[in-house]
Antibody
């Protein structure tokens, strides 16, 4: 079965960078786009962008352009998101998620367990 | 960007009652690429409905979705104890993918 397993919680200071990883298993790694969604404490869900594991093309939400980088490593079936110039308002649970089909017209069926990133001085 | 507005923010109901959740889009949602997710505290969201009215795998038939264009509804016909959670609507299919702010269904 499809599994997305994320790296553990992290604490960063304002201005620093953070990397969160997401290891995929249970399906052909290059089959489905991988999305990143975050959720600030007590708040709603916010889409950050997506990556095509075939070739590595990315689409980022405008809010994060210039500050976010999404990558994939085919040899280890792992995705990664890096967010730079962290601010306290970046404190959130970061989720990786994927659809169950190779088309962009599919919702997010599978989710990682989430990674809490805390930004505090 | 298509903005999704959910109402009400909180729905206080008793087990066995019917829940009706609304999601309104600022522009028409192409091909009804509208999904609903359930989220419980400390858990990742779980897909409930996709394509406005199709139930995801393993979702009981007390959950139903309807609507098209800019107005969508999630209905839970008879609330079970495990249904009390936060529900988010979600527009997918083209960038930027967006979410509503959520409706909390709480026990009255």
């Amino acid at each position: 079965q499809v599994q997305l397993v994320q790296s553990g919680a992290d604490l960063k200071k304002p201005g620093a960078s953070v990397k969160v990883s997401c290891k995929a298993s249970g399906y052909t790694f290059t089959s489905f786009f991988l999305h990143w969604v975050r959720q600030a404490p007590g708040q709603g869900l916010e889409w950050m962008g997506m990556i095509n594991p075939n070739g590595g093309d990315t689409v980022y939400a405008q809010k994060f352009r210039g500050r976010v980088t999404m990558t994939r490593e085919t040899s280890t079936s792992t995705f990664q998101i890096e967010l730079n110039s962290l601010r306290t308002e970046d404190t959130a649970v970061y989720y990786c998620a994927s659809p169950d089909c190779s088309s962009l017209t599919c919702p997010l069926d599978y989710w990682g367990q989430g990674t809490l990133v805390t930004v505090s001085s | 960007e298509i903005v999704l507005t959910q109402s009400p923010a909180t729905l206080s109901l008793s087990p066995g009652e019917r829940a009706t959740l609304s999601c309104r889009a600022s522009q028409s949602v192409r091909s009804n690429y509208l999904a609903w997710y359930q989220q419980k505290p400390g858990q990742a969201p779980r897909l409930v409905i996709f394509a406005a009215s199709s139930r995801a795998a393993g979702i009981p038939d007390r959950f139903s979705g309807s609507g098209s264009g800019t107005d969508f509804t999630l209905t839970i016909s008879s609330l079970e104890p495990e249904d009390f959670a936060v529900y988010f609507c979600h527009r997918y299919g083209s960038s930027p993918w967006t979410f509503g702010q959520g409706t909390k269904v709480e026990i009255k």
